[in-house]
């Protein structure tokens, strides 16, 4: 699988049109298809950009998947958050009551049996 298809891939798992990265990114919608079809290679501000709304470039870029790290804006945020919390008993609460959260949901941890 190429870059090009990698980046419609991460796309369409983000449910985003081609329109709106190209305006999120400043770019054309041609441009955008261009990167997709692999007629064009993206730069790095596009990549920078991207990343900011949940694309995994080192997906894109490599293949594989980094598994710590966010993929989606909301977990972009939720970590950016966690990590301005002022302590490490701050961010101990608030990872205890994620927890709590997805147990309370019936949710079973990664690693729990």
Same mark, same amino acid.
């Given at each position: 699988m190429s870059i090009g298809e990698r980046l419609r891939e991460?796309?369409?798992?983000?449910k985003l049109s081609q329109p709106a990265v190209a305006e999120a990114v400043g770019v054309?919608?041609?441009t955008q298809i261009d990167y997709e079809k692999d007629r064009?290679?993206?730069?790095?501000?596009?990549?920078s950009?991207?990343?900011g709304l949940g694309f995994d470039i080192s997906y894109v870029i490599t293949g594989m998947r980094i598994?710590?790290? /966010? #993929?989606?804006?909301?977990?972009?945020a939720f970590l950016r958050n966690?990590?301005?919390?002022?302590?490490?008993? /701050? #961010?101990q609460a608030a990872l205890d009551a994620v927890v709590g959260l997805r147990k309370a949901f019936g949710g079973k941890l990664d690693g729990e049996v």
């Open positions: 991460e796309r369409e798992r983000l054309s919608k041609k064009t290679p993206p730069d790095a501000n596009y990549f950009v991207v990343a598994e710590n790290a /966010a #993929r989606t804006p909301l977990e972009l966690s990590r301005a919390m002022p302590t490490i008993e /701050a #961010r």
